[in-house]
């Protein structure tokens, strides 16, 4: 029944490998975001997808490279995973593409990179 | 450009007390803004959003927000705490006008609420 849902929930891997955080919603949004929380709780947003096409790349380094292989998902896989990585990366949906939609937010992958 | 500051990092209350988060923003234009709230461990919840229709929005769980335009901020308030209330709040604001096609967030207000 969950409505945005990524996984996993907790990543820990050294530096220099390669992962993916997979995001799911079953809201039937034509919108899907990524969006980055660093240590101090600040949010950004990374990529945005509007039914499977990229609309926002937020000058992310090429490591990160997202995909949407249906409107429903949306996956993250990043490269050469660097300890500044560190994060809690988190998926969301709106129903449509501009800016005064409501987000539905996953609960967060929390990445620790050593 | 846009940008949203949160005055406080923390806040703290007593359950029954009355709350109140600081959010002023930044905006070329009329912009829409938003609270989100975050409980630990979970994803981020909208709690009420203005759009440039009544200054006074009315959210969930008792929450409310005015938008003071000549004041440049959008303060949250709730009349009386509760211990559930305890969370990460942020004040987000949106502006078309700017071209971006992204939210800002501000950098988020912990509320502790003390029984």
């Known amino acids: 029944d969950t409505a945005v849902s990524q996984t996993p929930k907790y990543l820990v891997t050294q530096m220099g490998n390669d992962k993916s955080i997979k995001c799911e919603q079953n809201l039937g949004h034509d919108t899907m975001y990524w969006y980055k929380q660093d240590s101090k709780k600040f949010l950004k947003i990374m990529f945005s997808y509007n039914n499977k096409e990229l609309i926002i790349n937020e000058t992310v380094p090429n490591r990160f490279s997202p995909k949407s292989p249906d409107k429903a998902h949306l996956n993250l896989h990043i490269n050469s995973l660097e300890l500044g990585d560190s994060a809690v990366y988190f998926c969301?949906?709106?129903?449509?593409?501009?800016?005064?939609?409501?987000?539905?937010f996953g609960s967060g992958t929390q990445l620790s990179v050593l | 450009a846009q940008s949203v500051t949160q005055l406080d990092s923390h806040v703290s209350v007593s359950e029954g007390t009355p709350v109140l988060l600081r959010c002023n923003y930044s905006s070329s234009y009329s912009p829409s803004l938003f609270w989100y709230v975050q409980h630990p461990n979970k994803g981020l919840q909208l709690l009420l959003k203005y759009t440039s229709a009544a200054t006074l929005v009315k959210g969930i769980n008792g929450f409310e927000a005015e938008f003071k335009k000549s004041e440049t901020s959008f303060h949250l308030t709730k009349p009386s705490a509760h211990m559930s209330d305890a969370a990460e709040y942020f004040c987000v604001v949106s502006d078309p006008l700017t071209g971006r096609r992204a939210l800002t967030f501000g950098s988020g207000t912990r509320l502790q609420v003390q029984p």
């Open positions: 969301a949906s709106s129903p449509l593409q501009g800016v005064n939609e409501k987000l539905f």
